[in-house]
């Protein structure tokens, strides 16, 4: 069974700088983009940052200059550092991650359960 768990979410001022973690634990082959996604009340889901195995990144526009997103691929992680953080940043942030499990040669999205970010004076 493979699992996405977050974690540094929390309240910041804004101007504020925070960083979210993600790990993939479980029976994993390979780990194909890992990225970052959120979603604000009332609002769609939308995407905020994507790396691939290799190390490509792409952002929203709405984050560019400001959010980093990287990867540890000894320890299946995925990080977002979040500086210049805005009110408008306040959502829910969701990893998601393509991912092939032990014995399998196919991948599968998979998305942790969410870590609130409220940026807030």
């Known amino acids: 069974q493979v699992q996405l768990v977050e974690s540094g979410g929390g309240l910041v001022q804004p101007g504020g700088s925070l960083r979210l973690s993600c790990a993939a634990s479980?029976?994993?082959?390979?780990?194909?983009?890992m990225g970052w996604y959120r979603q604000a009340p009332g609002k769609q889901r939308e995407l905020v940052a994507v790396i691939t195995s290799g190390g490509s990144t792409n952002y929203a526009d709405s984050v560019k200059g400001r959010f980093t997103i990287s990867r540890d691929n000894a320890k299946n992680t995925v990080y977002l550092q979040m500086n210049s953080l805005k009110p408008e940043d306040t959502a829910v942030y969701y990893c998601?991650?393509?991912?092939?499990?032990?014995?399998?040669?196919?991948?599968?999205?998979?998305w942790g359960q969410g870590t609130q970010v409220t940026v807030s004076s």
């Open positions: 998601n991650a393509d991912i092939a499990g032990s014995g399998t040669y196919y991948y599968t999205a998979y």
């Open positions: 479980g029976s994993i082959f390979s780990i194909n983009a």
